[in-house]
């Protein structure tokens, strides 16, 4: 009775929720996935969005590490019964919530039904106090992985233009796309020299999405090469809060309001970020 009563319960929620749920994805690790999620929770957030990134690679949690949070309860102690919603949650870092994973914890492939649905309805709680949820998926094409994918609205996956990479991708949408039936993915292309050469890869790749899986994929961006970024990540703090005219934050500021359909000016940059960046 209790497990009809949540699949109802689940299926009123995938119906009516009110947060939309945002999946990252990549296939390959390395391709700085998280610091993308983490760059795109800061600037959503400063759209005056009510934001929570969710550390969905459970078995090796990076985004504590990569903001320097001081993990007391994570999901794991939240699924073994030991800690409440609250105990779990990290309030307002850079204005947006964490929900942090437990590094060590068993692989999230092997997580079964029941824990797995614990999860889900962490979110069916949570869905009216946040405007976006973002989940930061690990790497790889595990069943697992494709779930958070499955029941988001929007799948991104990101990449960067070396071959392995963009095979790698592939492979993801392939598998979600046959084996889940999701029909709409959007590309981020990271690390990239120009705008032009990001576009030709995308379009090679369109195309054989489109030929091989019947995908029309979306270009929602790209974000160039910012060796700022290795700063920002051993002084474990998202770029954008260090230097928010830095290329890295631009171009992420540009998707997230892409995101919201807001408006941007790609040309205003602050002065004290030009200063900064001038005096390095």
């Known amino acids: 009775m209790k497990d009809q009563a949540f699949e109802l319960k689940k299926t009123y929620w995938e119906q009516e929720h009110a947060a939309t749920y945002i999946s990252i994805a990549s296939g390959k690790g390395g391709v700085g996935k998280t610091s993308f999620v983490v760059n795109l929770a800061f600037w959503l957030a400063h759209l005056k969005k009510r934001v929570l990134v969710f550390d969905a690679d459970l078995g090796l949690a990076n985004i504590d590490i ?69 989940f930061d998926n690990g790497a790889g094409i595990s069943d697992r992985i494709m779930q958070f994918s499955v029941i988001a609205d929007q799948v991104i996956v990101i990449t960067n233009p070396e071959p392995t990479a963009i095979t790698d991708a592939y492979a993801f949408m392939k598998l979600i796309t046959r084996d889940h039936h999701v029909s709409k993915i959007s590309l981020v292309m990271n690390r990239v020299d120009t705008q032009s050469s990001s576009i030709s890869i995308y379009e090679s790749l369109r195309g054989v999405v489109k030929r091989f899986l019947n995908l029309d994929l979306e270009f929602l961006g790209n974000v160039r090469e910012d060796f700022g970024v290795r700063r920002a990540a051993r002084s474990q703090k998202p770029i954008s809060a260090l230097d928010s005219g830095s290329v890295f934050a631009r171009d992420t500021k540009e998707i997230a309001h892409k995101i919201t359909g807001t408006r941007y000016n790609k040309d205003k940059v602050g002065i004290s970020s030009m200063l900064r960046r001038i005096m390095k």
């Open 66 to 134: 990569m903001l320097s949070l001081s993990v007391s309860a994570s999901v794991d102690d939240y699924l073994a019964g030991d800690a409440t919603l609250d105990d779990i949650i990290i309030r307002n870092i850079y204005g947006f919530d964490v929900l942090p994973a437990s590094s060590g914890m068993a692989n999230f492939s092997q997580i079964d039904s029941v824990d797995f649905n614990k999860i889900v309805d962490i979110f069916i709680r949570l869905d009216k106090a946040y405007d976006y949820i973002l």
